[in-house]
């Protein structure tokens, strides 16, 4: 079955504490993006990438890091996670590297005490 | 600057047909889209207009006007399932494929 995938679901964390998030596609897709959505605030991209080895800033990146070492996985790291990063995460991706059609896995949603 | 506007949210009546308005400013384009997101789940695509003019797909239908920096989501036949919110978003362009989406319009279909 064709799909994005993110790990955890869930996860609950402290102040400080290194964690990534990671995000997987198994439909050989060039384009993989990650974005954060909260209340009020919408949507927001974090970082995407038009191919391996390719990433770039989207309109929040601080606090978050993304490398693309192979071309279906993507993750996520806060390397030392605050309380505002409590969000929750979408990872998504494309076939084109022109994000034309995006799918999105089913979420993270994270929160940092 | 980037900017993407959205009204925040409609109610319609199930069997009716709604627009949802769509304006945004930015200096570089690539393309408007459209995601349908029902409560607690992940966006689904929509729409992608990359030229000026409607296209129709089924009940949806979507409007670009790149000289006027606008875009409207048509929704005919309106179902209970349309309950949903509807992500607006630009694709920056000038070799930066960055996309920027709205606050969403939380659209309420009512019997």
């Known amino acids: 079955e064709a799909q994005v995938t993110q790990n955890p679901r869930y996860l609950i964390t402290v102040t400080g504490k290194k964690l990534t998030v990671t995000c997987s596609q198994n439909m050989n897709h060039e384009y993989m993006s990650w974005y954060r959505q909260d209340p009020g605030l919408g949507l927001r991209q974090i970082y995407y990438s038009m191919n391996v080895e390719v990433t770039d800033k989207g309109d929040v990146p601080e606090g978050y890091k993304v490398s693309r070492k192979e071309k279906r996985n993507f993750p996520l790291i806060l390397e030392s996670p605050s309380p505002n990063q409590t969000s929750l995460y979408f990872c998504?991706?494309?076939?084109?590297?022109?994000?034309?059609?995006?799918?999105f896995g089913p979420g993270t949603r994270l929160t940092v005490l | 600057g980037q900017n993407i506007d959205q009204p925040t949210e409609m109610t319609a009546t199930e069997g009716a047909i709604v627009q949802i308005n769509c304006t945004y400013q930015t200096s570089g384009f690539n393309g408007l889209f459209w995601y349908q997101q029902h409560a607690g789940e992940a966006p689904t695509f929509l729409s992608y207009?990359?030229?000026?003019g409607l296209e129709e797909k089924g009940r949806f239908s979507s409007f670009l006007s790149r000289s006027k920096g606008y875009s409207y989501l048509l929704l005919k036949e309106l179902q209970m399932k349309d309950s949903a919110s509807y992500l607006c978003a630009f694709l920056s362009g000038a070799g930066s494929y960055q996309l920027t989406f709205g606050k969403g319009t939380k659209l309420s279909v009512i019997p």
């Open positions: 998504a991706s494309s076939l084109l590297a022109v994000p034309d059609t995006q799918y």
């Open positions: 207009n990359v030229l000026d």
